[in-house]
């Protein structure tokens, strides 16, 4: 038996198998009733037997044509769901990959560097960058609104995620360059306890703990000098003598623009910069830009 059989040809078959009625069958199909018979007698002259007996009465199946119509569903149910997988991958492809964040990553060029890797295996991706306040700790994946995000560990309900860290960095302190321990080269972090300290929204859950640093406190409650959700409130809240906050060092840059100073703190466990994504998101892009993201880290 020939092999080279092609999908059309077994749709034809199938189609005309289940109506018994080449003119209905032919409707169905969108071609003409002499060209889906011309059809058929092909497929029939390929393996060598009769599959469809025809007569006054009408359309029947031989014992051929009813041992092959099984299988030749199978064949045209599988090839349909191929389709729809080559058609998945291709959108998968061509689709947008959101990146949210809160802060830039700057870090030497870090995100360049993650785009160059990404885009080489999946140039017709578009990858779109979400700017999100302070006050989603997740830059935008617990909502949706983000498929990969650039974060600061803790996060809460850390189960429902999946991360690589890309930076640790110390903690400094941020304060006014007229603060009286702006003069010191460091600082302990028992020295600022004491100190009115700008906050994140409560929104950030274990994230403004963090940020707060309550694991070193002793269990003393810290004094809230403010809320701030963005660098430009830190800023002005800082200028303004609300208080002082920690700050990673790779941030610093962002909020040091004259009046304001950093200073390293001794006592504190480093901050963690990490790439995240829902763990139960296995989509092709999530999964090419957090490997994008591993290649870059291993590079560094």
């Known amino acids: 038996m020939t092999t080279d059989v092609h999908v059309r040809d077994l749709r034809y078959f199938v189609t005309v198998a289940e109506e018994l009625h080449f003119t209905r069958a032919a409707e169905l199909l969108y071609v003409s009733q002499p060209a889906l018979s011309k059809q058929i007698r092909a497929l029939e002259r390929q393996l060598g037997v009769e599959l469809l007996r025809r007569d006054r009465h ?10 092959l119509l099984p299988y030749a569903r199978r064949v045209l149910a599988d090839w349909a769901e191929g ?6 991958a291709r959108a998968a492809q061509r689709s947008t990959l959101v990146v949210g964040m809160s802060t830039s990553p700057g870090r030497g060029g870090l995100l360049p560097a993650i785009r160059s890797r990404f885009t080489a295996t999946h140039p017709e991706a578009v990858v779109r960058l979400r700017q999100v306040s302070w006050d989603d700790p997740t830059a935008g994946l617990a909502a949706g609104d983000a498929d990969v995000a650039f974060v600061w560990l803790p996060l809460p309900d850390e189960t429902r995620y999946t991360w690589t860290v890309v930076a640790e960095e110390p903690r400094l302190v941020a304060l ?3 603060h009286p321990l702006a003069a010191r080269a460091g600082i302990d972090f028992a020295d600022l306890a004491d100190e009115p300290f700008l906050a994140l929204p409560h929104s950030a859950g274990p994230l403004r ?16 000098g403010a809320e701030v959700a963005g660098t430009e409130e830190t800023y002005e809240a800082l200028v303004a003598g609300l208080g002082i906050c920690l700050v990673a060092a790779g941030n610093a840059p962002l909020i040091t623009l004259g009046d304001v100073v950093t200073r390293p703190v001794r006592g ?4 963690r910069y990490a790439l995240a994504w829902r763990t139960d998101d296995d989509r092709p892009l999530v999964r090419a830009y957090a490997e994008a993201c591993r290649q870059v880290k291993g590079d560094a």
């Open 58 to 67: 009408g359309v029947a199946l031989t014992a051929a044509g009813a041992a």
């Open 268 to 271: 504190l466990s480093p901050s």
């Open 83 to 88: 389709a729809v997988a080559v058609a998945e």
């Open 176 to 178: 006014p360059r007229a």
């Open 209 to 224: 703990d963090h940020w707060l640093a309550l694991p070193d406190r002793a269990g003393r409650p810290p004094r809230i």
